[in-house]
């Protein structure tokens, strides 16, 4: 899964590497959680691409209430047109997620590492993700997203089953297309995003509370020794 991320970029790095027409309003944030506003990389039928925050969590069009759990953080690649939760956003509302690294926690024997996982050189990399808009009662809005996952590459296999769906530069034209809703070709799209060449260090505790977002979460650190078990 993936359940927390950072971005650090300025506006003016993340407007150039994603073709903006506008520069978005976004200061680095080291551990960003569900529930917290996330930027999400739309086109519109024009085809202009524009930055804005959503929700982590989606909530769908049907939901009674938003879930204030944030629930569904992720969404499983294996089933997008299948799940009632997603599959109207993978065919109609797709998204990008800037990032410049992503957490997991690896077990360590009845310890749980957190790891900071990134590209050289710290490189801004984009999630697949899908967004919705759900509306209360009187008509206000809320928008949310959901990040696309998927088996974890072998690299980081040893970290955690799961990872992110990374897509590359050239197809974010096809995953964003308003007018693309074949799910075909979407699954297809998907089925070609390949780990980009994450490297990952330990880091500290520090990421395991929310409340804690600043530039100490990234420092690396020795891991903890893994603990055999005794039985």
């Known amino acids: 899964m993936c359940g927390r991320f950072t971005l650090t970029s300025t506006p003016e790095e993340l407007a150039r590497r994603f073709g ?18 996330v930027l999400a990389v739309r086109s519109d039928d024009a085809g202009a691409r524009r930055a804005a925050p959503v929700r ?18 992720n969404a499983r690649v294996e089933t997008l047109s299948e799940k009632p939760a997603f599959r109207d956003a993978f065919r109609a509302r797709r998204c990008l997620v800037p990032a410049d690294a992503f957490y997991e926690w690896a077990d360590h024997g009845g310890f749980r590492q957190p790891y900071r996982i990134s590209l050289p050189g710290g490189a801004l990399f984009a999630f697949a993700g899908l967004w919705e808009r759900w509306r209360d009662p009187q008509g206000a ?66 990421v395991n509370s929310v409340s804690h977002d600043d530039p100490a979460c990234a420092v690396p650190v020795a891991p903890a020794p893994r603990q055999e078990s005794l039985f």
């Open 141 to 206: 809005a809320l928008e949310s997203c959901a990040i696309v996952t998927t088996d974890a590459s072998p690299g980081l296999r040893a970290l955690h089953d799961r990872m992110p769906v990374v897509l590359p530069d050239a197809d974010f034209a096809e995953w964003l297309a308003p007018a693309q809703q074949d799910v075909a070709a979407l699954h297809a799209l998907l089925g070609r995003a390949r780990d980009p060449g994450f490297l990952h260090h330990a880091v500290s505790e520090r």
């Open 56 to 73: 982590w969590g989606l909530v769908p069009a049907w939901s009674a209430a938003p879930d204030p759990g944030a629930r569904w953080i």
């Open 20 to 37: 903006l027409a506008a520069r978005p309003v976004h200061t680095a944030r080291y551990n960003i959680a569900p529930g917290q506003p």
